[in-house]
């Protein structure tokens, strides 16, 4: 399933996209700040963004050209209540793939995300590779060498963040919200319980990586590191 960022802060609002979003198939996350927006971005692998221009902490085009300056290369749907020309090119000039006026049909929007979701992966982050590891995203598949094991979401969204932070401890809440979003509730021992049918198969299928437990501040994968 895509999951994407939404970053509104009409809660109302925000709760009526989602609601459509979700009814079509796609996770979504919601953020009403840009701060809290750039904060998620760096704990989750999302497929796609909803950005508002008019947050309370700033312009969202601020927002996107920073991710953008960053290589963020999700696709990025901009929705606003200007709709001048300027107003339009800004956007797109800002790094937008798509700009949606408001008010909108919903049916539109959702299927405006949906073909952004459709776009080429050459316009998305590169699936990580790790020592003797390849993780494939769009098939749900960690590889190392011939041998290959199937990753259900919360799993590949672990080793996704972990593989693209090599050697970075990444604190368990991190992990907690790659794995389950921001806004799923998640019980006390989900992420131990993934942890450990992570590592059965990462030595089923002969890896030399390891995801290793750094007390009190998070877990790592490291080349032979031990298992604890």
């Known amino acids: 399933m895509s999951r994407i960022l939404l970053i ?41 963004l909803v950005l508002d221009r008019g947050l309370p902490d700033g312009d969202g085009l601020q927002l996107l050209q920073k991710l953008r300056r960053a290589g963020f290369l999700v696709p990025c749907l901009v929705l606003t209540a200007r709709d001048a020309l300027h107003d339009r090119v800004e956007g797109l000039d800002a790094g937008a793939d798509d700009y949606l006026p408001k008010p ?26 790790l020592g003797d590891l390849a993780l494939h995203s769009a098939a749900g598949l960690l590889c190392c060498g011939e041998e290959k094991v199937t990753l259900p979401p919360a799993e590949l969204h672990i080793m996704l963040l972990l593989m693209r932070r090599p050697e970075e401890v990444v604190r368990r809440s991190a992990l907690e919200a790659a794995a389950w979003g ?47």
């Open 8 to 48: 509104e802060d009409h809660e109302r609002l925000a709760q009526l996209i989602r609601k459509g979003l979700v009814a079509a198939g796609i996770a979504v996350d919601v953020s009403n700040r840009m701060d809290a927006a750039w904060a998620a971005v760096q704990q989750m692998p999302y497929q796609g």
């Open 104 to 129: 909108f049909a919903m049916d539109e929007m959702v299927a405006r995300v949906r073909a952004l979701l459709r776009r080429p992966a050459e316009v998305r982050p590169l699936d990580p590779t």
């Open 182 to 228: 921001l806004s799923e509730a998640v019980t006390p021992n989900a992420l131990d319980v993934a942890l450990h049918r992570i590592r059965r198969k990462l030595l089923a299928i002969g890896s030399r990586q390891r995801i290793v437990n750094i007390r009190g501040l998070g877990y790592a994968i490291r080349q032979d590191g031990p298992v604890q």
